[in-house]
Each structure stands twice: as C-alpha cells, then as structure tokens.
C-alpha cells in the first residue's frame, strides 16, 4: 500500500495538532466595545424660569482631556511613568467625545426648561459656554482608583468671552476590582458628581444676574418718578 503524498501528510499534522492544542489554534476574541453608563432617571424638579423671554442656553465645549486618551484605546496608569491599554476592550467612541455628549445628558436633566446644547446653539443674551478640562484623569491600576482633576468655566457667550464663574472638583473615586468595565462606571459617577455641581452654580448665577438686572431696572423707574411729580406740581402750581 502506497503512504499518502506529502501534502496529504503535513495537513494531517497540522489538524491533529490544532486539535490537540485548540487555544493556540483558536483566534483571539474581538475586543470589548465599552460605552460609558447612561445617566440614572432624575426628578423633577422646578423648571428655572424666572421671567425670561426665553430660556437660558448652556453650551457645552468638548472636553479636554490627556493626549494619551484622544482615541478608542482604553488605558490605565500601572505606575508614574506607565499607561498601559487594557487588551480586552476599547471606547465605542472616542473618550474625549463620550464625556461631553455623557455630560450634557446629565446637565439637561438637571437644568429643566434650559437649552443645553453641544453643536448647534443658539446665541441669545442668556447663553452660558461651558469649557472643561480633566488633568489628570487616570485610573490607578494597583490602588484601584479613579483620579481625577477637573477644572471648568461658565463664560457669559462665545462671542464676549466674559468669565462668569470657574469652579473645580477633584475626586478621587474607587475602582473595585479594576477592570475597564468598572473604570467605565467611574467615569459615569465622577460625571454625576461633577454635573450637579456645575448645574447648581449655573442656575444660581443666571438668578443671581437676573434679579440684579430686575432691581437696576426698577430703580431706574424709581429715579424718574420724582421727575414725573415734580412736573406735575409745577403745572398745578402755574394753574392756581
């Protein structure tokens, strides 16, 4: 009987030793795609409206963040000087991206009867533009913590450029156990916290310059009711 050709021979190894070693023969699995969590279901509570034409406009800037984190890798800080990218999963978008369109979410559940707008606002005299800026933002592998740095400033329009407010939140949030999952979760805690501070301060400042612009208006109606009197008495008087 004549042995099989070599070609016959070497497929036959190759399949006998894919079967014996299967792992090593089986492709890698497709990375995890990871979307930061949706915000979770709010009030109601009173929608700000205190007397305006129209409702005030928040506009939000994309975020800044590290330049190691401007694309869909999903990384982790293992040391001072280490960023390592978790090998199992990435962003569904761009993390830069994610946090702003994530923080707007939360924004306009928290500032009912606002505009809150990410690319096409309108620009009224009651427009806010947010800029903000996360550095540094790791998470800490060996620590297992999500840190955090994040400065932001509420301008009174694009076009001004007049600062309203600036404020800061630094955190330090847990990750247990470390996994791009959890870290993901992180985020979306750290951007609840951040949201309900940055809304608070901009409905205080939009009330506080409204009510200021209530009272320069009434006291300019006061200044001229003496006028007005005064007139008025001198008439009577050229009558009498």
């Not at 795609?33 to 009173?46: I, S, V």
């Not at 500032?111 to 996360?134: A, K, N, S, Y």
């Not at 609840?192 to 320069?216: G, N």
């Given at each position: ?134 550095a540094p933002f790791d998470l800490l592998q060996p620590q297992g913590e999500l840190v955090a740095d994040v400065q932001w400033w509420l301008d009174r329009s694009a076009l001004s450029g007049v600062l309203t407010h600036a404020g800061q ?72």
């Amino acid at each position: 009987m004549m042995p099989p050709p070599a070609p016959v021979r070497r497929a036959a190894l190759v399949i006998g030793l894919c079967g014996l070693l299967a792992t090593s023969c089986r492709t890698a699995p497709d990375p995890v795609m990871l979307t930061l969590p949706l915000p979770a279901a709010a009030g109601t509570p009173e929608p700000f409206s205190p007397g305006m034409t129209a409702p005030p406009v928040l506009q939000i800037r994309r975020v800044a963040l590290p330049e190691h984190l401007l694309d869909r890798h999903v990384r982790y800080r293992l040391g001072a000087g280490t960023v390592v990218n978790w090998p199992d999963a990435t962003w569904a978008d761009r993390l830069d991206v994610s946090i702003t369109e994530h923080l707007a979410m939360r924004l306009r559940a928290a500032l009912p009867g606002w505009t809150v707008c990410v690319r096409h606002c309108p620009l009224q005299p009651q427009t806010l533009t947010l800029r903000v800026e996360f550095a540094p933002f790791d998470l800490l592998q060996p620590q297992g913590e999500l840190v955090a740095d994040v400065q932001w400033w509420l301008d009174r329009s694009a076009l001004s450029g007049v600062l309203t407010h600036a404020g800061q939140l630094k955190h330090r949030e847990p990750v247990s156990p470390p996994t791009a999952a959890t870290q993901a979760v992180a985020i979306g805690r750290l951007l609840d916290l951040l949201a309900a501070q940055i809304a608070s301060l901009s409905r205080s400042r939009l009330l506080s310059e409204h009510e200021q612009r209530q009272q320069d208006d009434d006291g300019q109606r006061n200044a001229q009711k003496p006028q007005e009197d005064g007139s008025h008495d001198v008439v009577l008087s050229i009558k009498r």
